[in-house]
């Protein structure tokens, strides 16, 4: 079935540190594929997302490329700060149209000055 | 953005009686409202989709007589844990997907609520 694989934390970064969270999936079709945020205290706050190969995600200096070649959702941050401090989970949406999402086991970041 | 909200935010009960979750979508209409559980450590586990005015679809393996779920109107979802246990103690997790004011059409993008902690003693 479809999932979601994401590396384990949680990651501890300096600020202005570079950050990669990896994400990998396994779907059958052709994904979208999300990176969701969360802030503490707060709900799941989309980040970015790109719909199909090739495609780059960017928002509040956060990237993500879709790679087919390598089933793969990677966020990066050239600079973290210390809002950045939260658990960022990787989803896709099923192929063939449907709105569910699948999640995975989400990485804590805490970023320290 | 678009804001859901969710009531209680913790919710502490004894094992037997029955705690009713709400999620509301604040200044937007919502085709379809998701439930999510997360337990620790874990990832968002979906639940059920409810669409307004319609029976929720359920997640395979999810007890529908257990999670009673009623989306009564395009503003509101329930959730009712019925007879919980502590095996039901987790984070339930609500998001709904907005619907254009004028088109009908519906937005691709989910948006959640913060969460309510359920704790069954």
């Known amino acids: 079935g479809n999932s979601v694989t994401q590396m384990e934390g949680p990651v501890t970064l300096s600020e202005e540190a570079f950050l990669t969270i990896n994400c990998t999936y396994t779907?059958?079709?052709?994904?979208?594929l999300f990176w969701y945020v969360q802030y503490p205290g707060e709900g799941l706050q989309l980040l970015l997302k790109?719909?199909?190969?090739?495609d780059k995600g960017s928002n509040k200096g956060f990237e993500a490329t879709y790679r087919k070649e390598t089933t793969s959702f990677h966020l990066e941050k050239g600079s973290v700060q210390v809002s950045d401090s939260a658990v960022y989970f990787c989803?896709?949406?099923?192929?063939?149209?449907?709105?569910?999402?699948?999640f995975g086991k989400g990485t804590k970041l805490t970023v320290n000055p | 953005g678009a804001v859901v909200s969710q009531h209680p935010s913790r919710v502490i009960c004894k094992s037997g009686t029955s705690v009713k979750i709400e999620c509301r979508s604040l200044?937007?209409?919502?085709?379809?409202m998701f439930w999510y559980r997360q337990f620790p450590k874990q990832s968002l586990m979906l639940m059920a989709t409810?669409?307004?005015?319609?029976?929720?679809?359920?997640e395979q393996g999810v007890e529908k007589d257990k999670f009673l779920i009623n989306h009564a109107s395009l503003t509101l979802s329930t959730l009712t844990v019925t007879s919980a246990h502590p095996e039901d103690s987790s984070f339930y997790i609500c998001?709904?997907?907005?619907?254009?004011?004028?088109?009908?059409?519906?937005?691709?993008?989910?948006?959640f609520g913060p969460g309510t902690r359920l704790t069954v003693l």
């Open positions: 409810s669409n307004e005015g319609s029976k929720a679809t359920y």
């Open positions: 989803a896709l949406s099923h192929p063939g149209g449907s709105e569910k999402l699948v």
């Open positions: 200044d937007f209409q919502a085709t379809t």
């Open positions: 998001s709904a997907r907005a619907r254009h004011p004028t088109s009908g059409r519906s937005y691709n993008e989910q948006f």
């Open positions: 790109a719909t199909k190969a090739d």
């Open positions: 779907a059958t079709g052709y994904p979208s």
